[in-house]
């Protein structure tokens, strides 16, 4: 297909090739290397993180030409074919996760269950992102290095309610998600994208919300699940529940839902915006 006609723009765009540096088996420069440690200081656990090695995704830049082939024999224009090359970056972080049940805020009207909260932060060193063809001000795909921060905070709660469930427990998780590029190159229309597999655009500062709530009826025999999840940068929100119900250990059955919305164009949820949907699930497990 053509994007312009042939008396215009004689070819047309054919496939994208993609020069990519893959590792090879044992090659010491795509060794990862990676580091944990735990430890209990008065009930709070603690973890320390360290990694160095290749990303698992790559970046790819556009190749300073193209190549042609024909003239085709329909209309005697030539097909031009793309061509990027791409490799592996490395990633380097280091991190903290806290967590700590607050017996504090445990309280008997709701149930007696003390909540849990966790603290994750993460410091990354020159991540490596692509830039979009025009945006670096070459007219070709170039790549940017930039410092990051990470930040996670979210918590685990079962309270008790004698209105919604007498019965069990139910189960409350918020999440709330922040990432900031510390190098981002404030230049007019230049935006950095994410790797070759989540093309979306990089922006300086990055909210997410997250929401779960889960409780179960008839000792365990139904479980409805609702999940919320909202990007404040993009404007997201996604939407998913699930309704599980196992009489007994042979048979289970589910019936579960999923809603996008998206507001920027080709960014975030908005790839998804004609993806919602409804399925059902019937399991017979074999004794």
Do not use: C
């Not at 790797?195 to 365990?220: G, R």
């Amino acid at each position: 297909m053509s994007i312009f006609p042939s008396s215009f723009f004689p070819f047309y765009v054919g496939k994208l090739y993609e020069d990519i540096e893959r590792p090879h088996d044992f090659d010491p420069r795509y060794f990862s290397y990676g580091l944990k440690v735990r430890a209990d200081i008065g009930g709070t656990i603690v973890h320390l993180l360290g990694f160095y090695g290749r990303d698992r995704d790559y970046v790819s830049e556009a190749a300073a030409a193209p190549f042609f082939t024909g003239p085709n024999a329909f209309d005697g224009a030539f097909v031009m074919h793309p061509v990027n090359k791409a490799f592996y970056p490395y990633y380097k972080f280091v991190g903290a996760t806290v967590a700590k049940e607050v017996e504090s805020l445990s309280a008997s009207v709701l149930g007696g269950v003390s909540p849990v909260f966790r603290i994750e932060a993460l410091y990354a060193f020159n991540t490596v992102y692509a830039m979009q063809m025009g945006q670096s001000g070459t007219g070709l795909n170039t790549f940017m290095k930039t410092n990051e921060i990470a930040l996670a905070v979210s918590a685990d709660w079962k309270i008790k309610s004698d209105l919604l469930n007498p019965n069990a427990y139910i189960s409350i998780s918020p999440q709330f998600f922040f990432q900031r590029e510390l190098n981002y190159p404030h230049l007019t229309g230049v935006v950095p994208t994410a790797k070759a597999t989540n093309e979306t655009n990089i922006y300086e500062n990055d909210y997410k919300y997250s929401l779960m709530v889960m409780t179960s009826y008839f000792h365990n025999k139904l479980t409805p699940m609702f999940v919320w999840s909202h990007n404040q940068t993009l404007h997201d929100n996604m939407l998913m529940g699930k309704l599980s119900y196992a009489p007994n250990q042979t048979w289970s059955y589910s019936l579960s839902g999923i809603y996008f919305d998206g507001a920027k164009y080709h960014q975030g949820n908005n790839f998804m915006q004609n993806k919602d949907k409804i399925w059902a699930n019937i399991t017979y497990n074999f004794e």
